[in-house]
């Protein structure tokens, strides 16, 4: 504050000069023109006035300290800073020091800090850190900046036990759903095997043709429309028949010996299982039987009295059964023929 009195009677006038140097004078100014600079009585002392630094963030940006972008986007954040003496300004990105590069830049003005990622990479997410700093003090804001891609491919190869995993980065947004593809071998095209939303991260494939070898791919899709890059292929995989042993079942009391009277009807019924369907083969004293009767889980089988009885009336008959493909007979049921 500079107080300086007119030659001319009259109030003193009161003077408060900004931004004031050493070098600083004081003129009185009229129509006439500038009067003779003043002096002062003594050494003036300018002293700086001193301001904490402050980040002033828009409105928006405060709310929410996140700025998000998609792949590829400029990202361009300004933050005006203010204090005195005037604050130096750095950034850091998840606690250290920021890189700059052609694509990452920092421009500091009089006035504010800005910075620059030009056509921004997924690998731009994380948290940025302004400070300004100055000889009163410091004052730093964090910054969340959010890139979003696609969803990384799922984790492959396809396998039959566990189909595939889910990508290791889901491109911001939460996975919603995969598409599976499939591919005849050996020269065929990728064509779509899933005509509704797969959440989890198995799938049945129907509609293969038995014995011809497939290849299988998937693709995650983000809750933002996003579809990933494809898996990495499965090996190729024959479609084949679940193999099953052959079972024969027969109902309980063909355990027993079982007594039919001359001249009546039998009848045998056993369910057979396994996969591929067995076929059957029935034998009498070691002899083939007629089949009466074929059904997808039983047979009819209908046989003649032997030539010989080797000098004692037979009395019971034994049905044994063999599974195609084994050696092994079994015990199916005895027959006894009544006195």
């Not at 009089?110 to 700093?133: A, F, P, Q």
């Not at 491109?171 to 939303?197: H, M, Q, S």
């Not at 090996?235 to 027993?256: G, H, L, Q, Y």
């Amino acid at each position: 504050l500079f107080h300086h009195t007119a030659d001319t009677p009259g109030p003193p006038l009161n003077l408060m000069v900004k931004e004031a140097s050493k070098d600083s004078a004081i003129a009185a100014v009229n129509a006439m023109g500038v009067g003779e600079p003043a002096q002062t009585a003594d050494l003036v002392e300018i002293i700086e006035r001193e301001e904490i630094p402050d980040l002033e963030l828009d409105v928006e940006l405060r709310r929410t300290l996140t700025v998000i972008a998609k792949a590829g986007d400029n990202i361009k954040v300004e933050v005006p800073v203010t204090g005195r003496p005037k604050p130096t300004v750095s950034w850091q990105k998840d606690n250290q020091a920021l890189k700059l590069t052609q694509r990452t830049m920092v421009e500091n003005t009089s006035t504010s800090s800005i910075l620059t990622m030009n056509e921004c990479l997924r690998s731009d997410s994380g948290v940025y850190s302004v400070t300004g700093k100055n000889i009163v003090g410091s004052v730093t804001e964090n910054i969340i900046v959010k890139v979003h891609d696609v969803p990384g491919p799922p984790k492959g190869p396809i396998k039959l036990d566990k189909i595939w995993t889910k990508p290791e980065y889901d491109g911001g947004f939460k996975i919603t759903g995969y598409i599976v593809e499939k591919r005849d071998l050996p020269a065929g095209r990728w064509i779509r095997a899933n005509f509704t939303n797969i959440i989890e991260t198995t799938f049945t494939v129907s509609g293969l043709t038995k014995d011809e070898s497939y290849e299988f791919r998937v693709f995650a899709r983000n809750s933002a429309g996003a579809l990933s890059n494809p898996s990495e292929q499965s090996d190729p995989i024959t479609c084949k028949d679940d193999i099953i042993e052959p079972r024969i079942m027969v109902d309980a009391k063909f355990k027993d010996v079982l007594l039919v009277r001359a001249g009546e009807s039998f009848k045998l019924d056993a369910d057979v299982a396994g996969q591929p369907l067995p076929s059957m083969v029935w034998t009498k004293d070691g002899k083939d039987v007629i089949l009466q009767d074929v059904t997808k889980t039983s047979v009819t089988l209908s046989w003649e009295k032997p030539e010989h009885d080797g000098g004692s009336r037979v009395v019971a008959y034994v049905v044994e059964i063999q599974p195609k493909g084994s050696d092994k007979w079994s015990q199916s049921v005895i027959v006894k023929v009544p006195e």
